[in-house]
């Protein structure tokens, strides 16, 4: 059966994410030839319109709110719910970033339907839609599907190809107004604590330290690293622990899940709670000095060495590519 399905479309820093680009390839599975409505929400949003279609949008729709100009729970839950109650889509599909993660389940609550949290993957199996996820910290997949109701989902960044721009599509453009009353709190202030620009759950490019960097000059060669590869630097516990770098930064259970091309783990021993924020990663290198860290039992490729020696070395020959 044909679906409308919706699409939260995420803007950082005045630009949609890539998540919400792979969101629109989910919700065009949901979509089965359906419609695919991508929402933007924000104070001047409707110059994003035409690269949502261009990624796969039927039609977009425009919330422009001052309330909306960055985000906050209450401000994002009314509008949404609001437009769901107008536009009635069959199906719902945001990115798993803290976005997602903080306003899905309070929409589903609302709307008191289920959620399908964090799908790696989205398949048509004949008249079935097929979510998988991971449980267990990504020790296992479970696959589910949605018997009635809204088909509401949240989709892992990274993992979803996202279609091709297509600059010659069209599609229609909707505005909606929405009434945003009653906000319990306002963002005063952003403090951005991430070194580089690219985002940990978007890149496609991870070096990571962990206590083996020693203290937080040691993560500058992990950094050259990941400049001369396009990357972004990310941390164990252990070394946000000892303080080397920034929460912000940390992988793993407690910390951001990743899903790199590839993902180099420098001086990680691979503890359990690490290796469920990173073992999905396509590629792992794992470059230790102790032969029998666990790190290099999950590693496509391992380095028994100094990465003080190593990492540098690694640089130099990629930049001589
Ligand atoms: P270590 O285990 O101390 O390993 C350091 C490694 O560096 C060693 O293998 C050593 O051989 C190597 N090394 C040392 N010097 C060098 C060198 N010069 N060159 C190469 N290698 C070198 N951890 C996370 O990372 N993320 C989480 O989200 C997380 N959540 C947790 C949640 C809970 C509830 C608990 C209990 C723990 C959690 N942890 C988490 C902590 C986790 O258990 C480990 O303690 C932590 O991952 C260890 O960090 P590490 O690998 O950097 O340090």
Same mark, same amino acid.
């Given at each position: 059966?044909?679906?409308?399905?919706?699409?939260?479309?995420?803007?950082?820093?005045?630009?949609?994410?890539?998540?919400?680009?792979?969101?629109?390839?989910?919700?065009?599975?949901?979509?089965?030839?359906?419609?695919?409505?991508?929402?933007?929400?924000?104070?001047?949003?409707?110059? !994003?319109? =035409? #690269?949502?279609?261009?990624? +796969?949008?039927?039609?977009? $729709?425009? %919330?422009?709110?001052?309330? /909306?100009?960055?985000?906050?729970?209450?401000?994002?839950?009314?509008?949404?719910?609001?437009?769901i109650?107008?536009?009635?889509?069959e199906g719902f599909?945001?990115?798993?970033?803290?976005?997602?993660?903080?306003?899905s389940p309070?929409i589903a609550a609302k709307l008191k339907t289920g959620l399908i949290?964090?799908?790696?993957?989205?398949?048509?199996?004949?008249?079935?839609?097929?979510?998988?996820?991971?449980?267990?910290?990504?020790?296992?997949?479970?696959?589910?599907?949605v018997?009635e109701g809204i088909v509401f989902a949240?989709?892992?960044?990274?993992?979803?190809?996202? !279609?091709? =721009? #297509?600059?010659?599509?069209? +599609?229609?453009?909707?505005? $909606?107004? %929405?009434?945003?009353?009653? /906000?319990?709190?306002?963002?005063?202030?952003?403090?951005?604590?991430?070194?580089?620009?690219?985002?940990?759950?978007?890149?496609?490019?991870?070096?990571?330290?962990?206590?083996?960097?020693?203290?937080?000059?040691?993560?500058?060669?992990?950094?050259?690293?990941?400049?001369?590869?396009?990357?972004?630097?990310?941390?164990?516990?252990?070394?946000?622990?000892?303080?080397?770098?920034?929460?912000?930064?940390?992988?793993?259970?407690?910390?951001?899940?990743?899903?790199?091309?590839?993902?180099?783990?420098?001086?990680?021993?691979?503890?359990?709670?690490?290796?469920?924020?990173?073992?999905?990663?396509?590629?792992?290198?794992?470059?230790?000095?102790?032969?029998?860290?666990?790190?290099?039992?999950?590693?496509?490729?391992?380095?028994?060495?100094?990465?003080?020696?190593?990492?540098?070395?690694?640089?130099?020959?990629?930049?001589?590519?």
């Amino acid at each position: 059966m044909e679906k409308k399905v919706l699409v939260l479309a995420e803007i950082r820093e005045g630009e949609i994410r890539n998540v919400s680009f792979e969101a629109i390839a989910a919700a065009k599975k949901v979509a089965n030839g359906g419609e695919v409505v991508g929402l933007l929400l924000g104070e001047r949003v409707s110059h !994003l319109t =035409k #690269e949502l279609i261009q990624h +796969g949008a039927d039609r977009v $729709i425009t %919330v422009e709110d001052r309330n /909306l100009n960055v985000y906050t729970t209450d401000a994002y839950l009314q509008a949404i719910i609001q437009v769901i109650d107008y536009e009635k889509p069959e199906g719902f599909i945001l990115g798993h970033t803290a976005i997602g993660k903080d306003v899905s389940p309070r929409i589903a609550a609302k709307l008191k339907t289920g959620l399908i949290s964090d799908a790696v993957s989205v398949e048509v199996v004949g008249e079935e839609v097929l979510f998988t996820r991971p449980i267990y910290s990504g020790k296992a997949f479970e696959k589910k599907i949605v018997q009635e109701g809204i088909v509401f989902a949240t989709i892992r960044p990274n993992n979803i190809q996202p !279609l091709d =721009k #297509e600059p010659s599509r069209t +599609g229609h453009v909707t505005s $909606i107004a %929405v009434d945003i009353k009653d /906000l319990r709190t306002i963002v005063k202030d952003i403090v951005r604590k991430t070194t580089s620009g690219i985002d940990l759950s978007e890149a496609k490019v991870i070096v990571s330290g962990g206590r083996g960097v020693k203290n937080a000059e040691g993560f500058k060669p992990l950094q050259e690293l990941a400049n001369v590869l396009g990357g972004a630097v990310g941390a164990s516990r252990g070394a946000c622990d000892a303080d080397y770098c920034d929460y912000s930064m940390q992988i793993g259970q407690t910390g951001k899940v990743v899903t790199p091309d590839l993902y180099i783990a420098c001086g990680i021993s691979g503890a359990i709670q690490h290796v469920a924020g990173m073992s999905n990663s396509k590629v792992i290198i794992a470059i230790n000095k102790d032969p029998e860290a666990p790190i290099f039992s999950i590693a496509d490729y391992g380095i028994v060495g100094d990465l003080f020696e190593v990492v540098p070395m690694l640089t130099e020959e990629i930049k001589n590519l």
